[in-house]
């Protein structure tokens, strides 16, 4: 059995607490964390009077395949409209749709039958670029040029072939495809490959939040583990494995892997569940690992795609948009998704934002408003001062609402996924160049040789290993549970007793 198998595992996240939450019959268990909270990218805060999602927003698919409905379910953690019965049948493939309005550059308020018509032919565009998924020659290699392939063959069509509606209806559809870089957390949709975009599954269900904050679901699970499991502020500096360690004092037994932390502890273990974002092992893998990952390894790391999607909170005093709408999005009216965008950050970063959603009840809330920015220009958003964030916010606003005088935001609370130098992004995707066989490489555990006398030395967990719900928190957990339950295996297997 496996009692007197050490097991560390790094980040306390949803995928390490997963594996905490499932792992059997260890003798024990360390979960290392760097920051001084557990829930990784699922991170809620306070703002003005209520509570804001700075990572995770919604349950994707809240329906009883999905883990994460269930375990919020089972801590009574979601609200009645979410545990209806009817909601989780739904297949709305995402959002539901809400009452929206939409501005535009030149300060007026678009017809919907304008955004709705741009909007419904970039949804079949992106059915169809889903539909490419085994194929052996995609017209395309990212999901970027198959779109704009697509868009182009239909601007004679668009707009009834009238000048201006036309230009309109580019403009709209290149406010879907920053929508789209932030639902993929990529830069540019140019760089999500095409041919495995449709691995990515979605499930039944309209997605739905946590009316006490996401962060709920990390605490029950924390509080649910043995008192002095976690253990925070313990970043992980360097894996040593494949080695011979010895506890001093204890001579009897010796570990093949060692882990050491930033404040220069160190543990012993058998087994190491790594669960730290891939952004961080782009930056890290090469120090991070003694020795070095495998070369296939490492070459997944690599070319699977880790972007940067973030949310800036705007509170104001009153609100300038109508109470019952709930979304509020924005179309640049000279853009156009065949035109390449403007490389100058500093001038035009905020036209990236594809929008805000309002906060729902104001009651709750205040008045405010959570915008979406994704790529390079969300980046450089994270190296501004709160007040040049807010003054060019102030400024977008005026322009969209053709109000020179709005009263700007009182107060902007920013999250800053890039620059967290434990996570360096948002989530995953598969970019161009790799493929869903990357992610399964990336899950492997180590060694490779399954007749090694010391197996699962490393083990892999997180969002960015799940092949088919990578950048979820559900592919999170659901990655965390796998390997634990490898482990689980390996000690409830029959066979020699490991020496101890
Ligand atoms: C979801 C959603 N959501 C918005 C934003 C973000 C994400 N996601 P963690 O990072 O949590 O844990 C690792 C820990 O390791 C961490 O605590 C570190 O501090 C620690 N660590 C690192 N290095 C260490 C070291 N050296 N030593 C010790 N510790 C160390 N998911 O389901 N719904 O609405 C959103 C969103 C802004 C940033 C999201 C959402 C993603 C999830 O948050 C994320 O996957 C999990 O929380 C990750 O858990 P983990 O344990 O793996 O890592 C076709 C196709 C399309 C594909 N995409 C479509 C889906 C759309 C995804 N949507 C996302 C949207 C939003 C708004």
Request: charged share 20%.
């Amino acid at each position: 059995g496996g009692s007197g198998r050490r097991v560390a595992a790094v980040g306390a996240g949803l995928a390490g607490l997963g594996a905490a939450q499932r792992l059997r019959g260890h003798g024990s268990l360390r979960l290392l964390e760097a920051a001084a909270r557990a829930g990784g990218r699922v991170c809620t805060r306070r703002f003005v009077s209520g509570l804001v999602e700075m990572g995770a927003h919604w349950i994707h698919g809240p329906s009883p395949e999905n883990p994460i409905f269930c375990l919020a379910t089972h801590y009574g953690l979601l609200g009645p409209e979410a545990a209806r019965e009817e909601n989780q049948q739904v297949e709305a493939g995402g959002h539901p749709p809400l009452p929206s309005v939409t501005y535009g550059s030149s300060g007026r308020v678009l017809s919907p039958q304008v955004v709705n018509e741009a909007r419904d032919l970039f949804n079949t565009l992106l059915a169809s670029a889903r539909a490419f998924c085994g194929s052996e020659e995609p017209p395309a290699p990212s999901v970027g040029q198959y779109l704009r392939m697509e868009i182009a063959r239909r601007v004679p069509a668009l707009g009834r072939g009238e000048e201006d509606a036309q230009r309109l209806q580019l403009a709209a559809l290149a406010a879907c495809l920053k929508l789209e870089c932030c639902i993929s957390g990529t830069h540019s949709m140019d760089l999500v490959a095409l041919e495995p975009f449709g691995e990515y599954v979605s499930l039944p269900g309209l997605d739905c939040t946590f009316p006490g904050g996401y962060s709920g679901l990390p605490d029950c699970m924390l509080s649910a583990l043995p008192e002095g499991t976690v253990l925070l502020n313990k970043a992980v500096r360097t894996i040593w494995w494949q080695g011979s360690f010895r506890a001093e004092g204890d001579e009897a037994r010796d570990f093949p892997v060692r882990v050491e932390c930033e404040d220069g502890d160190t543990f012993l273990a058998d087994h190491v569940i790594v669960t730290v974002p891939l952004g961080f092992l782009k930056e890290r893998h090469q120090d991070f690992f003694q020795p070095p990952l495998p070369k296939q390894k490492a070459e997944a790391i690599r070319r699977l795609g880790f972007g940067t999607n973030n949310k800036i909170f705007l509170e104001f005093e009153r609100p300038f948009w109508e109470p019952q709408q709930q979304l509020l999005e924005v179309v640049w009216e000279n853009e156009s998704p065949l035109e390449e965008p403007s490389a100058n950050l500093e001038a035009n970063w905020f036209k990236k934002l594809v929008g805000f959603v309002v906060l729902q009840p104001p009651e709750q809330h205040g008045h405010v408003l959570c915008g979406f920015i994704a790529g390079k220009e969300s980046e450089y958003m994270e190296t501004l001062s709160d007040a040049e964030v807010l003054s060019t916010m102030t400024c977008v606003l005026r322009t969209l609402t053709g109000n020179p005088r709005l009263p700007g935001p009182r107060s902007v609370l920013r999250s800053r996924w890039h620059s967290a130098s434990y996570t360096r992004g948002s989530y995953s995707y598969v970019a161009v160049g790799s493929s869903g066989d990357d992610i399964d490489v990336l899950a492997q555990p180590l060694p490779e040789d399954p007749k090694d006398p010391r197996p699962l030395q490393l083990l892999f967990a997180g969002e960015a290993t799940h092949r088919t719900f990578y950048s979820t928190t559900h592919g999170a957990l659901l990655s965390g549970w796998r390997e634990a339950e490898r482990l689980n295996q390996l000690f409830e297997a029959p066979g020699p007793a490991p020496q101890l």
